[in-house]
């Protein structure tokens, strides 16, 4: 029993590295909105303030709003030229192109079967990652065609967050942070310490505890905590080896120093 013991607590210990990556702010920049959605390679700033969405360009803005559907639950501008809006109280996303002109709408309480989904991410062409909600499952689903590519086994505990790119899904839950590759199968499952959410870059995640940021790369299971000034995260996101911290005032800006 003390070896089995001794084996258990190495394993949840050696996940975390004792290294830590460097940060180099870059700059801030003054904001006051909502929720933060994304920054891409361009500057441009994606954001949600009195439940429409924004995209913003140096001096010029464009929004999206749909009234009837209630607040916007999520929104990812992860494809810039699909870009998915999820409104959990009416069980609706929608698409939108990168003028944020509507090129989709996916009522799933008129597809057949019937989903009662909680959490949406893009997928690859014309599919998202949902999590059904009756099914405790994750689904490619194609909302085009109105079928499901391929789905996942039941997942056991409460989902927190969600995120993807075109090949694979990272699914934080109480337990742990589940990633599945496009065809729903579990190619990695790591003990959630305490993780709260997560952004996702070129399949590397930075996951967020308490105010306190780990880095972890793609194919590894280490993490790595991520040396920042004391400052308050409210939210925050990471493109390419960028950084960006919002603590409702203003927007960080920070280079990751990975390698």
Request: glycine share 2%.
């Amino acid at each position: 029993m003390k070896h089995i013991l001794f084996i258990t607590l190495f394993v949840s210990i050696s996940i975390f590295s004792q290294e830590s990556i460097e940060t180099r702010f870059i700059d801030k920049t003054p904001l006051s909105i909502e929720k933060l959605i994304d920054v891409d390679d361009f500057n441009t700033v994606y954001y949600i303030s009195n439940n429409v969405l924004h995209k913003r360009n140096n001096d010029k803005t464009i929004t999206y709003n749909n009234l009837q559907l209630g607040n916007i639950t999520s929104a990812n501008a992860f494809n810039s030229l699909k870009i998915n809006l999820f409104y959990k109280d009416f069980n609706t996303a929608i698409i939108l192109d990168n003028r944020l002109a509507e090129i989709f709408k996916i009522d799933f309480n008129n597809r057949q079967p019937y989903r009662s989904v909680s959490y949406i991410s893009t997928g690859n062409d014309n599919t998202l990652w949902i999590f059904n909600q009756d099914s405790q499952q994750l689904e490619v689903f194609d909302y085009k065609n109105n079928n499901t590519r391929f789905k996942t086994l039941p997942i056991s505990s409460g989902v927190l967050d969600i995120r993807s790119n075109y090949n694979y899904c990272w699914l934080l839950t109480n337990d742990h942070l589940l990633i599945y590759n496009y065809f729903g199968t579990l190619i990695s499952k790591i003990k959630n310490e305490g993780f709260t959410s997560m952004d996702e870059s070129d399949g590397n995640i930075v996951l967020k505890k308490g105010n306190s940021l780990f880095y972890l790369k793609k194919e590894s299971t280490e993490l790595t905590p991520i040396k920042i000034p004391n400052l308050l995260i409210n939210q925050f996101l990471v493109t390419n080896e960028t950084l960006y911290i919002y603590n409702n005032e203003t927007l960080q800006k920070f280079q990751l120093k990975t390698n």
